[in-house]
């Protein structure tokens, strides 16, 4: 981790919306690849989130900052994803 030298702590930090926006779209295709990959896994071990997705609060920022929504599921589900989990 890179240490903030002493003289830039406390000081605002602002991106140039055109490269807020590039490293926002990386950030939120990141976050879909992840939700793939996530989707791929459980269903491997037979597992499926219905509302597995992207939450779509975090999206709705100016700079959208994803989150990944894993939502409800049944008791049964929870089960198994806790055994796979152990």
Known sequence: ???IPEKEKGRK??????????HSAVCV?????????LRTALGKAGITLP?????PAG?????PCPLVELGRC???????????LR
């Open 29 to 37: 295709q990141e976050a879909e690849e992840t939700i793939v990959e």
């Open 13 to 22: 930090h602002t991106v140039a919306p055109r490269q807020h926006s590039a």
């Open 51 to 55: 509302s597995l997705g992207l939450d």
């Open 59 to 63: 999206l709705a920022r100016e700079a």
């Open 74 to 84: 049944s008791v049964e589900t929870a089960a198994r994803l806790a055994a796979v």
């Open 1 to 3: 981790m890179t240490e």
